[in-house]
């Protein structure tokens, strides 16, 4: 996106919005979006359920559940482009490149898609319980972030819990968004976060949606495999870059998710932590493979992970930033 400029420029004057707005570099659009809609998100974090948008879409989406669910593959994936495609198609049609109507929708939609306030919120929450030794509060509060059973876990595997989901989640509320955005524009995260919605309701292993499903999961571990591995890069980068790099390389192939497995064994070695280890979903005992190294997390480690994912959101800022600029 960042090399087409100049095609975008071509396209931008051909279009309605062209003589009230002139056309503007794509990577300087990108460049002054990304940390504006950062900056709402850590002002704001998100809107409340009943103004944000992917209400409206879960509940669009399983109105095309009802109308489409069957035990097989394609009905799963027919369901999920009725879902998608006519929200991406609308936001390309309304933002042209290169416009600064583009930049104003782009914040928007980007702010929209990200979710680190959030993630922060959710995560303190835990920490908070766990230093006041509540707890019950602390395994309801990990309970909002984690898909795991809650009920039974100690004090250990509740920040357990919370550093795997701050690690994951930064991948999956940040880092993913702004690759997206840098490389399609506002159309491009908005698919992200629709097919990242619709692996949350549909991607499970279960009876119901094992093969209705199947699409939804797939196509969300295609569009995170490349922001998951720079996620991963960058955890390393920031933290103790060998033991990470050996996390990562030794670790990662062995965990069932091909995209969490480098972005949590990479953060779990950049932070000196062992993560991992078997865990309670939905009534059953999972044995899961040993991530990172060191001692076990405790509530204090929830904000060192949290201190990781913001160092790696201002790295990624001032890349974006930097090299937007130098292309414009």
């Given at each position: 996106?960042?090399?087409?400029?100049?095609?975008?420029?071509?396209?931008?004057?051909?279009?309605?919005?062209?003589?009230?707005?002139?056309?503007?570099?794509?990577?300087?659009?990108?460049?002054?979006?990304?940390?504006c809609a950062l900056w709402l998100d850590r002002l704001y974090g998100e809107l409340p359920n009943r103004w944000h948008p992917l209400v409206a879409?879960?509940?669009?989406?399983?109105?095309?559940?009802?109308?489409?669910?069957?035990?097989?593959?394609?009905?799963?994936?027919?369901?999920?482009?009725?879902?998608?495609?006519?929200?991406?198609?609308?936001?390309?049609?309304?933002?042209?490149?290169?416009?600064?109507?583009?930049?104003?929708?782009?914040?928007?939609?980007?702010?929209?898609?990200?979710?680190?306030?959030?993630?922060?919120?959710?995560?303190?929450?835990?920490?908070?319980?766990?230093?006041?030794?509540?707890?019950?509060?602390?395994?309801?509060?990990?309970?909002?972030?984690?898909?795991?059973?809650?009920?039974?876990?100690?004090?250990?595997?509740?920040?357990?819990?919370?550093?795997?989901?701050?690690?994951?989640?930064?991948?999956?509320?940040?880092?993913?968004?702004?690759?997206?955005?840098?490389?399609?524009?506002?159309?491009?995260?908005?698919?992200?976060?629709?097919?990242?919605?619709?692996?949350?309701?549909?991607?499970?292993?279960?009876?119901?949606?094992?093969?209705?499903?199947?699409?939804?999961?797939?196509?969300?571990?295609?569009?995170?495999?490349?922001?998951?591995?720079?996620?991963?890069?960058?955890?390393?980068?920031?933290?103790?870059?060998?033991?990470?790099?050996?996390?990562?390389?030794?670790?990662?192939?062995?965990?069932?998710?091909?995209?969490?497995?480098?972005?949590?064994?990479?953060?779990?070695?950049?932070?000196?932590?062992?993560?991992?280890?078997?865990?309670?979903?939905?009534?059953?005992?999972?044995?899961?493979?040993?991530?990172?190294?060191?001692?076990?997390?405790?509530?204090?480690?929830?904000?060192?992970?949290?201190?990781?994912?913001?160092?790696?959101?201002?790295?990624?800022?001032?890349?974006?930033?930097?090299?937007?600029?130098?292309?414009?």
């Amino acid at each position: 996106m960042l090399a087409s400029a100049g095609a975008s420029r071509r396209h931008c004057a051909a279009c309605p919005f062209a003589a009230r707005h002139p056309p503007v570099s794509v990577s300087l659009l990108i460049a002054l979006a990304v940390p504006c809609a950062l900056w709402l998100d850590r002002l704001y974090g998100e809107l409340p359920n009943r103004w944000h948008p992917l209400v409206a879409f879960g509940r669009w989406a399983n109105a095309c559940e009802r109308r489409l669910y069957g035990p097989r593959r394609w009905r799963g994936l027919l369901a999920w482009g009725l879902a998608v495609l006519p929200p991406v198609w609308l936001v390309h049609g309304l933002l042209p490149h290169g416009s600064l109507l583009a930049l104003a929708g782009g914040i928007a939609l980007l702010y929209l898609a990200l979710g680190a306030r959030s993630l922060e919120q959710h995560a303190r929450a835990v920490a908070a319980a766990l230093a006041a030794d509540d707890l019950d509060a602390a395994r309801r509060a990990v309970g909002c972030i984690v898909s795991r059973d809650t009920a039974a876990l100690d004090a250990r595997g509740v920040a357990l819990a919370a550093v795997e989901s701050v690690l994951e989640n930064g991948a999956d509320a940040i880092f993913g968004a702004l690759f997206w955005f840098v490389a399609g524009g506002p159309a491009a995260v908005v698919l992200y976060r629709l097919a990242n919605t619709l692996d949350a309701m549909w991607g499970y292993r279960n009876a119901r949606y094992a093969e209705f499903g199947w699409a939804a999961a797939r196509i969300d571990d295609l569009l995170n495999f490349i922001p998951a591995r720079l996620t991963a890069a960058s955890y390393a980068l920031l933290g103790d870059r060998p033991r990470a790099w050996r996390c990562w390389r030794t670790q990662a192939p062995h965990w069932k998710s091909p995209n969490a497995g480098p972005v949590m064994a990479s953060g779990a070695g950049a932070l000196g932590l062992a993560l991992g280890g078997g865990a309670v979903y939905h009534g059953r005992w999972q044995e899961r493979p040993p991530l990172g190294e060191g001692r076990a997390p405790a509530a204090a480690d929830i904000e060192r992970a949290l201190a990781l994912v913001r160092r790696t959101t201002l790295l990624w800022a001032a890349v974006i930033v930097l090299g937007g600029f130098a292309l414009a």
